[in-house]
């Protein structure tokens, strides 16, 4: 049985985005229009793809917080839905907090690579320089115009996780395959899912042969807790873009 702590992450397929720094200027660039939003060069998010029993001594820790078992994979979004990042062999049991800051692409911010862009994740992520989470109790202009542009930014993580598991309900009901299987099999249906994007195919929409298809889509979004992080060093940047937002006429 594989470890559980990944040992690496699908990261920048050949049919993925942000590799140069033209491509990072325009993924930047389309973010901004949607909600004015500066400098995003993703959003970040998790879903659970339910699994059978891996079985074995950890299979417990494949257990989620709704009481199935999963895989939680993590993806980041580009604006027109195009996956740009994928973890995928975490436990359902994992905090989303905890799949990204054991991923590549934590260590790549960490360590400067993308200097002056941010990611956008819900408040079960930690607030980082980096990292730009929605305020909790959002008390003056600037940070509801943060809240307001923050959540229809990072809307299109969420549209993704939708459009990814209507154009393959597999991942939406479930895979009877054995652990690497099952792992192969999210991958491949992520990396099809770029191709279509970038070969502009329409959207799937539910046509009804699933009749509890959406339901199921919602199922894998299991909201957690948030996380507070109130070091002074991580708020500056989130001030900063409050503070854009706050002398916005």
């Known amino acids: 049985m594989p470890s559980m702590r990944p040992e690496r992450d699908y990261n920048d397929a050949n049919v993925c985005v942000n590799k140069t720094e033209q491509e990072q200027v325009t ?6 229009k949607i909600a004015k939003f500066p400098n995003v060069l993703g959003c970040i998010d998790c879903t659970h793809i339910k699994i059978q029993s891996p079985g074995g001594d950890d299979a417990e820790l494949f257990r989620n917080r709704k009481s199935y078992m999963s895989i939680n994979m993590q993806t980041i979004s580009s604006p027109n839905l195009l996956i740009t990042d994928i973890v995928a062999r975490w436990p359902g ?8 800051q054991n991923s590549r692409r ?4 960490e360590r400067g690579d993308y200097q002056g ?6 408040s079960g992520y930690p607030l980082k320089s980096h990292l730009l989470t929605p305020y909790l109790n959002p008390a ?7 809240n307001t542009a923050h959540i229809k930014t990072r809307n299109v993580v969420e549209r993704q996780y939708g459009v990814l598991k209507r154009r393959f309900p597999v991942l939406a009901l479930g895979l009877r395959l054995k652990l690497q299987n099952a792992i192969n099999v999210i991958l491949a249906c992520c990396i099809l899912h770029n ?12 046509d009804g042969v699933i009749p509890n298809l959406e339901h199921l889509i919602q199922a894998g979004q299991i909201p957690l807790p948030p996380l507070i992080n109130n070091d002074p060093v991580y708020g500056y940047q989130r001030s900063q873009i409050t503070n854009y937002f706050e002398s916005m006429n």
Request: hydrophobic residues 30%.
């Open 27 to 32: 993924v930047k660039s389309d973010f901004f």
């Open 93 to 100: 049991s994992t905090h989303d907090s905890t799949i990204y």
């Open 106 to 109: 934590y260590e790549r911010f």
């Open 117 to 122: 862009s941010y990611l956008l994740g819900d």
């Open 140 to 146: 003056t202009v600037g940070q509801q115009r943060y």
């Open 195 to 206: 191709i279509c994007i970038i070969r502009q195919e329409p959207e799937p929409v539910n």
